[in-house]
């Protein structure tokens, strides 16, 4: 008992001990106008369209998504330099990148950087927030608009070969819920029943030109 109680106490002190990563965008007149993620170290990435929303969208990274995500941090310094390019470029939405640990916390926030880690953590949080907005669409359409589902299939489908899709397993039920449902169209029903069998073994990402030269 004493055993379990200690592996208790060390695991919750290792989840306060390990970093998140917070992303925030406001764009007024988009839509939505605001949006966060939330990522922990663990992959977990919740998705709100409001500050103090209680029922987000829950992603899970992979473990390789979620290094990537952390080591550019990292390359950062956790965000604790100015990272706007200062350039005269158009309104883009106002950012917000910081990491917690614990007490400690750094935030940046930007409208347009030219720094190459900074637009690559920024694209990584952003096709976070793509993913769980076509998950939103696709809820939507399945509850209320049934003819619709094929169009929210086909634009999700689009956006995986874009390789603008995360978190591939907050999408299975819903798709296997459809593919199973008469009550559908029969091409949206067949494209989610695909769609599906490719989220559940989707296909290694394709090698750098340069290896794939090599060999």
């Known amino acids: 008992m004493k055993l379990l109680a200690l592996l208790c106490f060390s695991l919750v002190a290792f989840a306060q001990d390990a970093p998140q990563l917070f992303y925030s965008k406001k764009f007024p007149g988009s839509k939505p106008e605001y949006q966060e993620i939330r990522l922990n170290r663990d992959g977990k990435a919740e998705y709100r369209e409001g500050p103090e929303e209680d029922n987000p969208i829950i992603l899970k990274l992979k473990p390789a998504e979620t290094d990537t995500v952390f080591e550019l941090s990292d390359k950062l310094g956790h965000f604790d330099h100015e990272v706007e390019s200062g350039l005269k470029v158009a309104r883009m939405g106002d950012k917000l990148l910081r990491w917690q640990k614990s007490s400690e916390s750094h935030e940046v926030k930007f409208n347009y950087s030219a720094d190459p880690d900074t637009q690559a ?95």
Not at 159 to 185: F, M, Q, S
Not at 188 to 213: C, D
């Open 121 to 215: 953590i920024y694209d990584w949080f952003e096709r976070m927030c793509e993913s769980a907005q076509l998950f939103i669409d696709l809820e939507r359409t399945a509850r209320y608009d049934k003819l619709g589902v094929n169009q929210s299939i086909l634009k999700l489908e689009a956006a995986w070969d874009r390789r603008r899709i995360v978190g591939l397993d907050v999408y299975l039920p819903l798709l296997d819920r459809i593919a199973k449902n008469e009550t559908y169209l029969n091409m949206a029903r067949e494209r989610a029943e695909r769609l599906a069998a490719t989220f559940r073994n989707p296909p290694p990402p394709p090698k750098p030109a340069g290896e794939a030269k090599s060999q």
